[in-house]
């Protein structure tokens, strides 16, 4: 993605379980080598209202990549990106990353999700990819299904599994 600005921040909460990313991206690589890059991504879920006929069901926000994308284009996954030099801190390139790709502003680090997925391209960069389960400032949620290539969806256990299968 682009180097946009995150919003103006808003008070983040951070478990003390991910204090240790509250470091420039350049720190971060410096005591993980032999990673070069680093990519973040967002786990966002939503509840749905109960009604009557069905009860409420736990929903995770897939984006879907650009077509034009060199590397898995028109891909459905979780909001993420590359961390940034710019950014302040690893724990900002997740903010950053879910405000250009959803509009959403990050409120809270839930946790880790995993202890990171190594990868190297075909450059042969070492990249590490950090996960987070997020909540995102209420209110709007809702207008995330209105926002062209993000879409909500059902049975999220599963679909990360269908997710990370359909990608090896």
Not at 102 to 131: S, Y
Request: proline share 5%; glycine share 8%.
């Amino acid at each position: 993605m682009s180097s946009a600005t995150a919003p103006t921040p808003i008070h983040i909460h951070i478990p003390q379980s991910l204090a240790h990313l509250t470091v420039p991206l350049s720190t971060y690589l410096q005591k993980n080598s032999p990673f070069t890059n680093l990519a973040v991504g967002a786990c966002i879920f939503a509840r749905t209202a109960a009604h009557q006929s069905s009860p409420s069901q736990l929903r995770l926000l897939l984006v879907q990549r650009a077509a034009t994308e060199r590397g898995f284009p028109n891909l459905w996954e979780i909001p993420g990106g590359s961390a940034e030099e710019g950014d302040p801190t690893i724990l900002h390139s997740v903010a950053r990353e879910v405000f250009e790709e959803t509009g959403l502003r990050l409120t809270r680090f839930v946790r880790a999700v995993g202890d990171g997925i190594q990868f190297t391209t075909g450059r042969q960069n070492k990249w590490m990819k950090l996960t987070f389960e997020i909540e995102v400032q209420e209110g709007l949620s809702d207008a995330v299904e209105g926002i062209a290539g993000g879409q909500w969806m059902s049975d999220a256990a599963s679909l990360l599994t269908q997710v990370w299968l359909t990608r090896v």
